[in-house]
């Protein structure tokens, strides 16, 4: 057994290829390298994806192609994170399709939106857990 870390035998494959690489046949090399048991492969396959998704000598390119960061410039790799999320608040009020689509998730997952909270006179704690009446609404 090669006495060097996944991610370190996977910069080595890469570098090597000096291409971008599939995860499987990335993988299947680091089995090989490292003499893993079908057994063991599968107990470390979801531990070494994640620490190579975290490592940032490595950037995802789509379609689970791997690569080198240093093989791509910054604009070619960066991830927008206001296109991964956004706030329900942010929705244009002439947006009327994602804004029922956003009701059909709340109904299934049975939350109420934002809007309705507030129009029943509620508001959320500052620690989010518990909700109240507001001031304004008469308590009878």
Do not use: C
């Not at 080595?12 to 490292?34: G, S, Y």
């Amino acid at each position: 057994m090669l006495n060097k870390s996944m991610l370190d035998i996977a910069y080595d494959i890469i570098t090597a290829k000096n291409a971008p690489i599939a995860f499987k046949e990335m993988w299947e090399q680091i089995v090989k390298i490292q003499e893993l048991s079908e057994e063991d492969s599968h107990k470390k396959i979801s531990r070494f994806y994640t620490n190579l998704s975290l490592d940032g000598r490595f950037v995802t390119l789509g379609e689970n192609m791997w690569d080198l960061r240093a093989h791509h410039t910054f604009d070619k790799v960066h991830i927008d994170m206001n296109d991964v999320y956004r706030d329900v608040e942010t929705i244009s009020d002439d947006d009327e399709e994602e804004k029922e689509y956003i009701e059909m998730l709340d109904k299934e997952t049975g939350k109420e939106t934002v809007e309705e909270d507030a129009a029943a006179g509620y508001e959320k704690e500052e620690d989010g857990e518990e909700e109240k009446p507001s001031e304004t609404e008469e308590i009878y």
